[in-house]
């Protein structure tokens, strides 16, 4: 089966410009998942859709931070305007859902830089 | 609370020998704790993972350990190969609460010498 696709994989901008993100999670899954891994760190979650429900974005900084997943299948991160704290690597995840343990899979993600 | 505590942050051994990494957690209600490999310029990808009710599991020259009492997990691999080399996280996610999250420990580098 495909994996988790994510483009762009590089995206250089300037601090205060807009950018956005895109996933295509793995056919039939239910649950999308956006990570941001920081240089040196494990991934940390921005926020969890069940299909088209964002049912966690607690962590997600909602005053430049936005993301959707229209039809419940692919999904858009987008940021605006971006700072220079925000430069990380953004990985996708997507799982079968419907029960507590189903494996996440990850695309291998979009490396922000901001200058 | 939330944490995952992970060691070693870096990890040499030589081609052959064998390489264990711990996590330790506090929040007794976690009850799944996969295992993610993750190489340059690529997502993490599972290896294994265990879920609360089982206390070992091994797949060819991985395995994994989990004492849920004294709430710390181990990644064991045996017979360590160059391709071995990589960033390992362990992770834990809730039942309930937060379901379906998985939190993350900060990652041990192996380094594998032949």
Avoid at chain 1, 5 to 31: D, L, M
Avoid at chain 1, 49 to 76: H, I, M, W
Avoid at chain 2, 21 to 34: E, G, L, M, R, V
Avoid at chain 2, 100 to 107: A, C, P, R, V
């Amino acid at each position: 089966e495909a994996g988790v696709v994510q483009s762009p994989r590089y995206k250089i901008i300037e601090k205060k410009q807009p950018v956005a993100f895109w996933c295509n999670p793995i056919s039939g899954h239910n649950t999308l998942y956006w990570y941001r891994q920081n240089l040196g760190q494990g991934p940390e979650l921005l926020i969890r859709y069940e299909n088209e429900e964002a049912v966690d974005d607690s962590q997600l900084p909602k005053d430049r931070f936005s993301a959707e997943r229209l039809k419940g299948v692919d999904s858009t991160l987008k940021i605006q305007p971006a700072e220079l704290g925000d430069s990380a690597v953004y990985l996708c995840a997507s799982s079968p859902g419907g029960t507590a343990n189903s494996p996440l899979h990850f695309g291998n993600g979009t490396r922000l830089t901001v200058t | 609370g939330e944490n995952v505590e992970q060691h070693p942050s870096t990890l040499s051994v030589q081609e052959g020998d064998s390489a264990v990494i711990k996590c330790t957690y506090s929040d007794s209600a976690s009850n799944y704790f996969p295992w993610y490999k993750q190489e340059l310029g690529k997502g993490p990808q599972l290896i294994i993972d265990i879920r609360s009710n089982v206390g070992e599991k091994k797949d060819q020259r991985i395995a994994v350990t989990l004492n849920k009492t004294a709430k710390h997990f181990s990644l064991h691999i045996t017979e360590t190969q160059p391709e071995d080399s990589a960033v390992y996280f362990c992770a834990r996610r809730n039942y309930g609460g937060s379901q379906g999250n998985l939190i993350f420990g900060k990652g041990t580098k192996l380094s594998v010498k032949p």
